[in-house]
């Protein structure tokens, strides 16, 4: 599950949990991947090796190439998302960390705190929001649809718990 709840590292927060989105394919698999298709499509060029059709097919095959190890680069980088969520006796905090490095931060009583599951009407199936001191945050948005359903259970349990 990418996300979890972490041993806190303060005396003062009780709960803390970390969430993140999944990564599937690691170093190792980025680099076999781009060796592979690199291997797949430089095959046709072996018959005409030698000629001028190889000059002409080649920069297209590293063109083709160079536009997958792109494309899975930033996907990567757009995936670098880390959302934590703190729960103190007097304050609630949700701290968003964005790809491009911009932090946005909500703060709240966790008295007050509102966990909604949002079935439809959301900008995807069963969006969390939490609820409390004249807003209304996403949490979670980047799990899958049942990592949220676990997700606004889990928050739910603990937020009842804590009141």
């Given at each position: ?11 003062e ?6 969430l ?9 698999g ?26 002409g ?5 590293l ?10 680069r ?16 007097q ?10 490095g ?5 703060n709240?009583?966790?008295f ?22 004249g807003?209304e945050?996403?949490?979670g948005?980047?799990?899958s649809e049942d990592?949220?359903?676990?997700l ?9 718990a804590?009141?």
């Amino acid at each position: 599950m990418p996300y979890e709840w972490t041993p806190p590292t303060d005396s003062e927060i009780e709960h803390q949990m970390d969430l993140w989105p999944y990564g599937s394919l690691p170093n190792k698999g980025f680099a076999a991947f781009i060796m592979t298709t690199f291997t797949l499509l430089s095959l046709p060029l072996y018959v005409v090796m030698g000629t001028l059709v190889f000059w002409g097919l080649f920069p297209f095959i590293l063109l083709a190439v160079w536009g997958i190890w792109f494309a899975l680069r930033k996907n990567v980088r757009d995936r670098s998302i880390l959302e934590r969520l703190s729960i103190q006796a007097q304050e609630c905090t949700l701290t968003r960390q964005n790809p491009k490095g911009d932090v946005q931060n909500w703060n709240c009583n966790p008295f007050w705190v509102r966990v909604h599951l949002h079935e439809t009407g959301g900008p995807v199936p069963n969006y969390v929001t939490l609820s409390g001191n004249g807003r209304e945050v996403e949490i979670g948005a980047f799990l899958s649809e049942d990592e949220r359903k676990a997700l606004y259970q889990d928050l739910k349990d603990r937020f009842h718990a804590y009141r």
